[in-house]
């Protein structure tokens, strides 16, 4: 991904901010809150996948790999990216370079369940 630093940085902030969340809400019983620095589109679950609202590819260059449910962990390792490739950005996936043509159905399908549509694919695959 293109913003490694800056999914760092803003995942540094957001672990900082979410644990002094969490230290001042010591004994309630409500679920802790979202990292300060998670984009808000869409309720995320273990199980659902957050739709982005925007730019889709700036939505999931926010998160480290950890910061992804499950769910979303799964259809991004349908196109080859596990923690290390996703967090280190090294062993970039080769559909990182694929256009929307060059990706396999069960690959397209993720990048859709990712909010991804052919145009904002092929607007980050290079010329």
């Not at 760092?8 to 902030?13: E, K, M, N």
């Not at 700036?58 to 290390?84: I, K």
Request: net charge negative.
């Amino acid at each position: 991904m293109k913003y490694h630093v800056v999914r760092q940085i803003a995942g540094l902030i957001g672990s900082m901010l979410v644990l002094v969340l969490v230290s001042g809400a010591c004994g309630q019983t409500d679920t802790p809150a979202a990292p300060a620095d998670a984009p808000e589109s869409g309720a995320a679950s273990e199980v659902e996948i957050r739709q982005p609202e925007d730019d889709t590819e700036a939505f999931w260059d926010n998160f480290d790999w950890a910061d992804l449910n499950s769910a979303e962990q799964e259809a991004w390792g349908v196109l080859g990216w596990d923690a290390t490739s996703w967090d280190e950005e090294t062993n970039i996936p080769a559909s990182e370079d694929a256009t929307w043509d060059e990706l396999t159905a069960e690959q397209q399908s993720a990048a859709e369940s990712l909010g991804y549509t052919q145009e904002s694919w092929d607007e980050t695959a290079p010329e």
